[in-house]
């Protein structure tokens, strides 16, 4: 039987949510809460149909555990065909930012802030 990743044996620390955090199995909190926070701001930049064409400088920081080895920190950019740099950065915080002329906008799951009340009064696309 082939296997999709080297055999290891049996450990708790590999089961439940911890699966996320070991390479074999996973990419971290790139592919974990990579999907929840970049769709908003795809959204932003109507970009939802599309991805990036090119990812710049990209780094991490990665844990000196035998097990869990996904970056515990990272930064990168991802560059889209119409011009817009998507800038990914994890140091904890999980939220979006959207940055242009005007000021500044970021919302988490749970608020939002933005560099001006004006900002925050502009209409809403239907759906």
Same mark, same amino acid.
């Given at each position: 039987?082939?296997?999709?990743?080297?055999?290891?044996?049996?450990?708790?620390?590999?089961?439940?949510?911890?699966?996320?955090?070991?390479?074999?199995?996973?990419?971290?909190?790139?592919?974990?809460?990579? #999907?929840?926070? !970049?769709?908003?701001?795809? $959204?932003?930049?109507? +970009? *939802? &149909?599309?991805?990036?064409?090119?990812?710049? @400088?990209?780094? #991490?920081?990665? !844990?000196?555990?035998?097990? $869990?080895?996904?970056? +515990? *920190? &990272?930064?990168?950019?991802?560059?889209?065909? @119409?011009?817009?740099?998507?800038?990914?950065?994890?140091?904890?915080?999980?939220?979006? +930012?959207?940055?242009?002329?005007?000021?500044?906008?970021?919302?988490?799951?749970?608020?939002?802030?933005?560099?001006?009340?004006?900002?925050?009064?502009?209409?809403?696309?239907?759906?």
């Amino acid at each position: 039987m082939a296997w999709p990743c080297a055999y290891a044996p049996y450990a708790r620390a590999r089961c439940h949510v911890n699966f996320r955090w070991i390479l074999d199995y996973s990419g971290g909190q790139v592919t974990d809460w990579g #999907g929840h926070h !970049p769709d908003c701001a795809q $959204w932003g930049m109507d +970009t *939802e &149909y599309t991805g990036p064409i090119e990812i710049r @400088n990209a780094k #991490g920081v990665f !844990p000196p555990d035998e097990l $869990w080895n996904t970056a +515990t *920190e &990272y930064y990168f950019e991802a560059l889209y065909k @119409n011009g817009v740099t998507m800038i990914r950065i994890y140091q904890g915080a999980r939220r979006v +930012t959207w940055e242009g002329e005007d000021g500044w906008v970021w919302a988490d799951r749970g608020k939002h802030e933005a560099s001006s009340p004006e900002i925050t009064e502009v209409g809403h696309r239907p759906g």
